[in-house]
């Protein structure tokens, strides 16, 4: 959903898409002129190696422990990198509904405060599939490499 002051670019950039995919995917005549509360469909972007957003909002940085990403309750979280599930609870103690992704290169994904969660442990996600939803406190996202914390701000787009 369009957010006051969004462009067409911010969008497809965060989506790890191009405009032109973009403005094709939702037949906008004109990509410079996006309304506030429009609803765009976000296709697939094609898997990269580079972390995506796993959603759209208002984020902050939890000091050296990731990031907090606000959006409405029920947005969609994706995947920021395809992975293996190895976690997906409902009861994480201190976490809430949390999502955790094997990428079997070192890095693991975290995203927890989720409202629900749409994968099962074991299965296969690919980069921008839904693996949750947000809850009303939007999400905490964490990009892990061992056992240290990133920044994701470093790896994000």
Excluded at 60 to 78: D, Y
Excluded at 96 to 109: I, N
């Amino acid at each position: 959903q369009v957010q006051r002051g969004d462009t067409l670019w911010q969008i497809a950039r965060a989506f790890g898409l191009d405009v032109k995919t973009l403005a094709g995917a939702n037949r906008l005549p004109d990509p410079n002129r996006l309304e506030f509360g429009q609803q765009l469909f976000i296709p697939l972007p094609r898997e990269t190696a580079t972390f995506l957003w796993p959603m759209r909002g208002q984020h902050q940085a939890s000091g050296t422990q990731g990031l907090k990403i606000v959006s409405s309750t029920g947005s969609l979280v994706r995947a920021s990198q395809s992975g293996r599930v190895a976690v997906a609870t409902r009861q994480l103690v201190g976490w809430g509904q949390t999502v955790v992704l094997d990428h079997a290169d070192g890095y693991v994904t975290v995203y927890s405060g989720l409202e629900g969660i749409l994968i099962v442990p074991g299965a296969t996600v690919r980069q921008g599939r839904p693996i949750g939803r947000a809850g009303g406190g939007g999400i905490h996202f964490q990009i892990r490499r061992g056992n240290a914390v990133m920044n994701p701000l470093a790896l994000l787009p």
